[in-house]
């Protein structure tokens, strides 16, 4: 009865070793090694080019302004996610949750490139948004900032990402008892200072849950960047596909490890301060 535990773990220990730990460690290894042109391929020779190389061509503020941007789409997600969640939690029954829940991921069943192209059609010269400004008068002509620029960047991501801080907060929500803020209301406190003070800290396992998940999908993606941003803008994705292309796989490596360096120390450090670990526990009481 003892081995039963061991064995009933043993196989997703397994596949999250296989599938998760050794290809990341295969990444770091690799990022140290050089490129060999006799075999197009790279050696076991250790080097620091491949970091070197990413102080070039601009790479480096490439993946500031990536970090930056999913960072600002974490956060907008999240900002946007807690009323939704609060709604589908405290102000719905089971039948409206259930419905609330699947249009919000609606969307998902849509091709991603459709889902960004749509909001070309949306934010364009003749999109919606400018011709309802036009109609009301409010501009004479198309804002030409609305497409092809950060901000559309940054609502292609939202758009795209938004339920991802959505869940995780309904989850944290689920482990709040109704009671805690009628009793903090009762105490005398308003709604807005029941929500700040009882609920955002019992759920900020949650917020950073969803912060993390958003920040993680935004800034892998490329789709909503190519679609939105432009012929100029770029994002770390592109960049490590335009490397690949010119064969430079320990530059590539290099440009993926740091990537991964920044995400590990925003799981380790969400988990130390607010307890991700929690959200899978019992209800609070």
Known sequence: MNRRPLALIASPLLAILLLGVVPLALVLVWSFWTWDPATYWIKPDLSLAGYGAILEAGRWTVIVSTLLKAAGTAALCVVLAFPIAYAVHFLSGPRLQTVLLALITIPFFTSYLIRAFSWRLVLGRTGIVNTTLQQLGLTQAPVDWLLFSNFAVVVGLVASYLPFAVFPLVLAFKRVSPDLLAAAQDLGAGFWRAVVTVLVPLTMSGVFAGFLFVFVMAAGSSTEVQMLGGAGASIVSVMINDVMRVANYPLAFAISTIVLV??????????????LASLFGEEER
Request: aromatic share 14%; proline share 0%; net charge neutral.
């Open 262 to 275: 920044v995400i590990f120390a925003l799981v380790l450090i969400g988990n130390a301060a607010f307890g």
